[in-house]
């Protein structure tokens, strides 16, 4: 072993108590960044999952402008076809087919313009956290026709109950008027209000009756057998859709262009996150940096009987920043290794949110979240710990260099 290394190892022991202080304070500090970071990386997969579960989907193939303009008229003509591309395309979990109608619904008491959307009641139990957020009545059935799903809100606002019927009314793929009459079969909280306080979902075959919709669709909706295959498997399909109809053309939009607020409020989170964890690492810097000036101070004499034998500054601002580096590396490694199995016991059990089953209920979130461990959470914690604590180590070890042989002798 290197003379100067030994050296820095028999050092870092002369003051065991403040030498182990410092390495808990830095394992800590990694113990907490590790399981910080994974925990918070986790939510945002519930957070993503959850949110697109209730509506969007991780996928949609729609008519290209549809998801700005919203006009009947932009269709997927023919979503048999789609759903064959989605079924033979790898990490596709479940698809189903949707269609929309901005259109008056009416009760005996009130009128509200709302969103119709038809849908298919078997694929989207497969898709869609729907059938699971029903709060009084059922969800639809295969053979239903006139039946409906009201939002909670929507349903106070119409002051209708279970069997009462609504009067709807909008206009057609064609131009023409669209209007039926449907019954309440089922009321839902999906914990969206502006979602549960403007729609209304019927089936989509009678959906398609009524709007003249020849068959089309407005979204294919697919989900995702895991969040981060959804960048490929948006390309493979891309690629597999033909587009020779120049008129229609179909394009496939990701969660990210579907909830772009989601991803805003997800980056706004990680900001303040990140200045928690600087501030962490801030708290750590400090106690290598007195760690050190305290070294320093106590051993000036020492380092003026060095420097007067012929021990040069530079080897001497070496052997300092050894120490500060073996004292950082032990404690990161020991971090590290107590972070990761916290963290993999809590990513195999979960973590219960205790006192909030409503909430969770009603958001569809899982009543326990579970980190998650990843190349990105084990590493950006300890790598900043390791420069912020290599660079604050800088100062008191480049302050040996300005020591006076004679001046640190005379030192008490």
């Given amino acids: 072993m290197n003379v100067d290394v030994k050296m820095a190892w028999r050092n870092i022991w002369r003051n065991p108590r403040r030498s182990i202080l410092t390495m808990t304070a830095i394992a800590f500090a990694c113990l907490l960044l590790v399981f910080m970071l994974s925990f918070q990386f986790g939510s945002y997969d519930t957070m993503i999952n959850s949110a697109v579960k209730i509506h969007t989907g991780h996928l949609q193939v729609q008519a290209e402008g549809y998801q700005d303009k919203r006009t009947m008229r932009l269709v997927v003509p023919d979503p048999e076809t789609i759903g064959s591309i989605l079924e033979q395309t790898p990490g596709i979990d479940a698809y189903t087919y949707r269609a929309n109608a901005f259109s ?44 409906a799903l009201l939002g909670e809100l929507l349903a106070k606002n119409l002051q209708v109950g279970l069997g009462d019927e609504l009067v709807v009314i909008g206009q057609g793929r064609d131009g023409s008027v669209a209007a039926t009459v449907v019954e309440v079969k089922g009321t839902y909280n999906s914990g969206q209000d502006e979602f549960d306080r403007s729609s209304i979902h019927i ?20 989900l995702g057998k895991s969040l981060g295959a959804i960048p490929a498997i948006r390309k493979t399909v891309e690629d597999t859709i033909e587009n020779d109809d120049k008129k229609n053309l179909l394009v496939v939009l990701d969660w990210i262009d579907l909830m772009p607020g989601l991803i805003e409020g997800i980056k706004l989170d990680l900001i303040s996150g990140l ?27 020492e380092f003026g009987v060095m ?106």
């Fill in 104 to 147: 008056l619904v009416s009760s005996e008491e009130r009128t509200y313009g709302i969103v119709v959307i038809g849908i298919d009641p078997a694929r989207e139990a497969n898709v869609s956290t729907l059938k699971k957020v029903i709060r009084q009545g059922s969800y639809l059935s295969e053979g239903d026709t006139n039946q």
């Fill in 307 to 412: 420097m007067a034998i012929g021990t040069t500054p530079r080897r001497l601002t070496k052997l300092l920043l050894l120490e500060s580096i073996t004292m950082t590396v032990i404690g990161i490694v020991v971090g590290i290794i107590a972070g990761c199995l916290i963290t993999w016991y809590f990513q195999v059990h979960g973590i219960a949110i205790s006192g909030m089953s409503e909430v969770v209920r009603q958001f569809g979130i899982p009543e326990r979240m579970y980190p998650k461990l990843s190349f990105l959470s084990v590493t950006i914690g300890p790598t900043l710990v390791l420069f912020i604590t290599f660079f604050t180590a800088l100062y008191p070890a480049l302050k040996v260099r300005r020591l006076r042989p004679v001046e640190a002798l005379s030192s008490v």
């Fill in 275 to 301: 200045i928690l964890y600087c501030i962490l690492i801030l708290v750590v810097a400090f106690s290598i940096l007195n760690t050190f000036l305290m070294a320093v101070f106590e051993r000036t004499k």
């Fill in 203 to 222: 089936p989509l075959k009678h959906f398609q009756d009524i709007y003249a919709m020849r068959g089309g669709v407005h979204e294919v909706v697919a």
